[in-house]
């Protein structure tokens, strides 16, 4: 063990009448250990938030839309073809959207209606998999007359607001309807619930209706046409660069939207928010390490003497600095440990017990509260609350290191 070191631990046991120091420097260890604490749970929730509102925004939603100007889309199917043959893309499918309204027996709602093709949505949107959506079903709640229902899927948020449940007959009614003498006249079609839709997001299951692609051309008075095409690729982030080669291959007037540009304000956000909580729960490891300062700053007022000796007997100023920033990071390092381990604890009971419960409606999905550590979120907070401590010992040890031996030993 080198001089400086042995000599540092030697500082680090404070006499009987230097209590108030030691008490000083575990109040310096818990200050960091709260603080690394608090940004390691705090980051890893908001990581989590990050991570699976991407989970759950894919899970109702395509990785990349194919649209065209000026509305619909007639070749669709040549445009498929293109699009499953490129590198990186997984599945396309095509899909019509419209705004309708739905009224149940007692009940009416608003909905975003999708019309889809059953066999190729699955592999687009993996929670439309298993998804029951017959173009006709038969009824016969009539019995003389036999007549063909086609089959709906709603949101389970939209379903319990229509207060409907599965075999039960809704109305959709469509703005795209016909002209008659008293004016525009909207359309009503029946249709039968057949299955529910759950992502997970509170906005999508609340406003997602589904029903098979015939029957939305048929609603919207659409030949062969869709809205557009969603697309499944291999790498989601590499959504842009993709869009990017769709758009060239098909050329005017085929344009993409991918599911970052779609949620790019939210995304945003919440990078925001993570940036400035790291930031304000940062200044709790600086408030920490402005006590182990003024600590280290007692100790060289109180240790005059024995700096002196330790200089007078060949120690340079290098080594009495080495002394002081040993004790300080030592404090610094034990409170990281401490803090990094009770923010491991903190961080694996909020991932496996549901301790608070989150509502839809203000947090877009309802869930225990998301955690993930990250490793670089981990380092970045280690390494910043060792860093700040290691700034805060320079001024003491400095001050340690400029002591002119004679003078202190004379009127120590």
């Not at 005017?252 to 991918?258: I, R």
Request: charged share 20%.
């Amino acid at each position: 063990m080198s001089f400086e070191y042995f000599i540092g631990r030697r500082f680090l046991r404070t006499k009987q009448k230097q209590a108030f120091i030691s008490l000083i420097t575990i109040l310096s260890t818990a200050g960091v250990t709260v603080g690394v604490m608090a940004l390691i749970v705090v980051i890893a929730v908001m990581s989590g938030f990050d991570a699976d509102l991407k989970a759950r925004i894919l899970g109702g939603q395509s990785h990349l839309v194919v649209k065209r100007h000026g509305g619909v889309m007639p070749d669709y199917q040549q445009a498929i073809e293109i699009i499953e043959k490129m590198d990186g893309v997984v599945a396309a499918s095509p899909v019509i959207y419209s705004q309708v309204m739905l009224r149940s027996s007692n009940q009416v709602s608003g909905a975003v209606l999708r019309g889809i093709d059953p066999e190729s949505a699955g592999k687009v949107i993996k929670t439309l998999e298993k998804i029951i959506l017959p173009a006709h079903i038969e009824s016969d709640n009539n019995k003389s007359v036999s007549r063909s229902i086609p089959g709906i899927v709603l949101g389970k948020e939209l379903a319990g607001n229509l207060s409907v449940e599965v075999g039960d007959i809704i109305y959709l009614i469509s703005p795209r309807g016909m002209l008659s003498p008293v004016g525009h006249m909207p359309s009503m079609k029946q249709f039968k619930v057949t299955g529910y839709f759950e992502s997970g997001m509170y906005d999508f299951d609340g406003t997602f209706a589904f029903i098979h692609l015939k029957e939305a051309q048929k609603i919207m008075r659409l030949k062969d046409e869709v809205s557009g095409i969603e697309v499944r690729i291999k790498n989601i982030y590499k959504a842009g660069e993709i869009g990017q080669k769709i758009k060239s291959e098909l050329g005017f007037p085929y344009w993409t939207l991918d599911w970052m540009r779609r949620n790019q304000n939210l995304f945003a956000a919440l990078k925001l928010e993570k940036l400035v909580m790291f930031i304000i729960l940062t200044l709790i490891v600086l408030v920490a390490a402005f006590n182990i300062a003024s600590t280290l700053i007692m100790m060289v007022m109180g240790k005059t003497k024995d700096i002196a000796i330790l200089k007078a007997m060949g120690a340079t100023d290098k080594s009495i600095m080495k002394i002081f920033v040993f004790k300080g990071m030592v404090i610094g390092s034990v409170g990281t440990t401490l803090g990094f381990f009770f923010g491991l604890i903190i961080c694996t009971v909020l991932e496996h017990f549901k301790i608070a419960e989150l509502t839809g409606e203000i947090y877009y999905f309802t869930t225990k509260l998301p955690v993930q550590m990250e490793f670089s979120d981990v380092f970045l907070i280690v390494t910043s609350a060792l860093v700040i401590c290691f700034l805060a010992t320079l001024y003491p040890a400095r001050q340690a290191a400029k002591l002119d031996p004679i003078e202190a030993i004379r009127y120590g």
